[in-house]
Nanobody
Framework: VQLQASGGGLVQPGGSLRLSCAAS????????MGWYRQAPGKQRELAAQ???????NYAGSVKGRFTISRDNNKNTVYLQMNSLKLEDTAVYYC?????????WGQGTQVTVSS
């Protein structure tokens, strides 16, 4: 299983970015895909995740600003990030969970700076 993330970059406070992550390989149709982030000097934390059945879970700090979505046919998960704040700066990792296993993408840098 491989995950390929894209869409990070530099954006001003209040701006938007959209992250994408495509999974390939032998993947169960029942799974959870999500985005985690790790800021400098901090532990990796959940940003948002979504099950193949459509259930979502957001960190409180991003609720109302970030929206996770997915295309099950393409095994792809998206993260629309609006109203970005300085504290959203981090490396964002996509993750895939099924069958007791977890798989991680390579990470994409999101920098919010004026």
């Amino acid at each position: 299983v491989q995950l390929q993330a894209s869409g990070g970059g530099l954006v001003q406070p209040g701006g938007s970015l959209r992250l994408s992550c495509a999974a390939s390989g032998s993947i169960s149709s029942i799974n959870t895909m999500g985005w985690y982030r790790q800021a400098p000097g901090k532990q990796r934390e959940l940003a948002a995740q979504m099950s193949s059945g459509g259930s979502t879970n957001y960190a409180g700090s991003v609720k109302g600003r970030f929206t996770i979505s997915r295309d099950n046919n393409k095994n792809t998960v998206y993260l629309q990030m609006n109203s970005l704040k300085l504290e959203d700066t981090a490396v964002y990792y996509c993750a895939l969970f099924f069958g007791g296993w977890d798989y991680w993408g390579q990470g994409t840098q999101v920098t919010v700076s004026s």
